[in-house]
């Protein structure tokens, strides 16, 4: 005792000196969505930056909050089953049954979780360990990267490249693609999973269904799972069909799909998602979540799952949300398109999501040049666009790895679920900006 | 083709069953009485309810908020809480919102233990402190309340930490450690003087403090909620945290809170930004509204925070009553809204049924098939080595509704006639 009481001293300099916070948090401070959202709150007068909508959820969904709220039933104030609400998991499983071709069990099948992003949170914990390979392709929602580092894997990247479209035509989201090649060379022994987005953010690319079954054939081949992102799942445009991975062959026992109530029915703020998949995958959700969140909140879960009964009900007819919602939104795809391409911004037609990126290569502005910089030209485009126009955008490096931010940095994001009105200001923002550039 | 090789990562490896998963689903019978899961089944406040639906009706509060916490209600948070603590506490570097004060326990956690720490866990403990210390790849180190009159108990306040073992636990691995007050399951609230034993070992070793303080507004005459991060040298070294569902009854909206100082809270931050971003708006805006309808009566004793307090101390003494008429001993609490009773001298045989299981497991599951009333077994907050020591015991909620007490007061009244 008289020599651990003799050491204690040292130890505990060891112990001071040390850093407060775990190693799981190394290199995964930093996040994009902080510092560009203060810039928008502060400067911007027309946000087409972070993606959310600015309408309201559909008259249904607030009517369904409602009613959950002013029922008899003040027990939806009380908790949940911890794996997701009975009646939502209920209308998930037959919904997603259908389109997946599997029968689902809503107690084993689907798990609902506080957005998709926690639902990518509890893969990534569930599935990769310490020097497990992660394939993620380039551009990618910011969050992969970091979580996959903060489970102790390692992020193995592969981009999607473009290609020159066809003479005078605007390029497509359709013309950025993997290299079959390139991609087969980033599987390994130590590859665990495949992070697949689509209809991907930021380009707006919906996979088609021979790419997706490429990289289903690397799956089966190398026994990889697959991370399936369709938050997008409904907003397709221009007649183009989602493929759902799952739903290829020898993909379903691999795979889990993420899904969010705040992207299919506009309600970003109530943070309600959910993962559906073999029961021998989401048994490690299920663990994960009852150790982190264990419930999610119960109103939220209960207008969701009277949302999509009538979803369910006006399934493939007109009024169905699901129907006039990419409908809507095509028609916004096509003003700003219109603003970009008259603004001499070069616009890369999205197929999908409610995101547009630019190429900003030819567009000259007044953005200094700062020689020796380490932030990327967009980054620095981006944010002297907000200060000094008042028109928010994201910088398509954001969605790249620290080693590849400068391949592609001459490209923002912007968002289009926005009222006609926002999307009219920020054209008059562009044709202004345009004037005042070929004025001087 | 490969075989299938996917199975769970190491760190949820052992992590899988869970005490809820499994007496949920049994107490999931409407017929059954359930004083079991800690859940109201009486109504939240109707301004709490209101706010809610004043919420939703605007648009911009249905999408995205701040990540950190939407920015009334972090204001508000810091008000109420500054009040309380007397001192300065900043909204925006000083507290994250998280699910509920379980997301907020899984940050801290997360942001702050590694493999290689040890983190002490008072026995009996809120049953998620194990997992997640394991998940996070430390070593939990347990030392259990014991009780002053050998074994017979009366009150939540004849439970104590001895002084000289809790000392023995701390070493130089030891990151942190988990304090809960009011205590569940016992209901014991710690004095000022067993929390200054406390933060004295946590200052001397360098180590952190959890404070777990969820109950903190059911504190029951005689007693008073006393903040760990309040005493000197501690609020640069604690994690406070707080429930939004223990505050206003409204456990389905899950919201929690973590304060303490900046040097803390920012990698509790990064770990948030980095799980699940944002919590729910409207819910967060509704929180943020009742707060200030609360907090501007606090001199008052309307305010909600000392009038449930009220009525849930008739709900104690009603509850301690019925048990004790039917020949038991139950630990009255000083806090919290459950209450632990030891069924031993009940003489339940059950030495039939499954051996592997502990006592108070096989107990509590006879009870809800023969009595139609459920409890949760106490061995389901004890580490290894003092399972064997509480499985006679089992917990009660009374935060139930007068309809649900008299229904439990049937059960037991009737209780030794259907042994008999």
Known sequence: ?440 | TMAFRHKNTRRIEGLDSNVWVEFTKLAADPSIVNLGQGLPDVSPPSYVKEELVKATAVDRLNQYTRGFGHPSLVKALSQVYERVCGRKIDPLTDILVSVGAYGSLFSAIQALIEEGDEVLIIEPFYDCYEPMVKMAGAKPVFIPLRCKNDGNSTSSADWVLDPAELANKFNSKTKAIIVNTPHNPTGKVFTREELQVIADLCIKHDTLCISDEVYEWMVYKGNKHIKIATLPGMWERTITIGSAGKTYSVTGWKLGWSIGPQSLIKHLQVVHQNTLYACPTPLQEALAQAFWIDYKRMDDPDCYFYSLARELESKRDRMARLLQEVGLNPVVPDGGYFIIVDISTLNVDLSGVDEKQHYDYKFVKWMISSKKLSAIPLSAFCGPETKKQFEKYIRFCFIKKDSTLDAAEVILKNWNKQTA
């Open chain 1, 1 to 440: 005792l008289s020599l651990s009481s003799h050491f204690l001293p040292l130890s505990l300099q060891a112990k001071m000196s040390r850093p407060v916070q775990a190693r799981r948090l190394e290199g995964v401070d930093k996040n994009i969505w902080v510092e560009f959202v203060k810039l928008a709150t502060t400067y911007s007068k027309v946000n087409l930056g972070q993606g959310f909508p600015d309408f309201p959820p559909p008259d249904f969904l607030k009517e369904a909050f409602l009613r959950a709220l002013s029922g008899e039933n003040h027990m939806l104030h009380q908790y949940t089953r911890g794996f997701g609400h009975p009646p939502l998991v209920k209308i998930l499983a037959q919904f997603f049954g259908k389109l997946l071709g599997q029968d689902l069990d809503p107690m084993t099948n689907v798990m609902v979780t506080v957005g998709a992003y926690q639902a990518l949170f509890c893969c990534f914990q569930a599935f990769v360990d310490e020097g497990d390979e992660v394939i993620i392709i380039e551009p990618f929602f910011d969050c992969y990267e970091p979580m996959v580092k903060m489970a102790g894997g390692t992020p193995v990247f592969v981009p999607l490249r473009p290609k020159a479209p066809k003479g005078g035509k605007l390029m497509s989201s359709a013309d950025w693609q993997l290299d079959p090649a390139e991609l087969a060379s980033k599987f390994s022994k130590r590859t665990k999973a495949i992070v697949l987005n689509s209809p991907n953010n930021p380009l707006g690319k919906v996979f088609s269904r021979g790419e997706l079954e490429l990289i289903a054939d690397l799956c089966v081949k190398h026994d990889v799972l697959c991370i399936s992102d369709e938050v997008y799942e409904w907003l397709v445009y221009d007649g183009k069909e989602h493929v759902r991975i799952a739903s290829l062959q020898g993909m379903w026992d691999r795979t889990v799909t993420i899904g969010s109530a705040g992207k299919t029915f506009s309600a970003t703020g109530w943070k309600v998602g959910w993962i559906v998949g073999p029961t021998r995958l989401m048994q490690h959700l299920h663990t994960v979540h009852q150790n982190s969140v264990y419930h999610c909140a119960t109103v939220a879960q209960e207008a969701v799952a009277q949302g999509f009964q009538r979803e369910l009900e006006l399934y493939g007819k007109p009024n169905s949300y699901f129907i006039q919602l990419p409908k809507e939104l095509q028609q916004k795809r096509d003003l700003l398109v219109q603003s970009l391409d008259a603004a001499g911004m070069k616009p890369i037609v999205p197929e999908g999501t409610y995101f547009l990126v630019a190429d900003i290569s030819e567009f000259k502005s007044d953005v200094p040049d700062v020689p020796n910089s380490d932030e990327p030209y967009d980054s620095r485009f981006a944010k002297w666009m907000v200060k000094n126009k008042g028109l928010a955008a994201i910088p398509l490096s954001a969605f790249y790895c620290g080693a590849h931010k400068n391949n592609y940095s001459h490209f923002i994001r912007f968002c289009f679920a926005k009222e006609e009105a926002t999307l009219k200001a920020a054209n008059d923002i562009l044709q202004k900006w345009k004037r005042e550039k070929t004025s001087s």
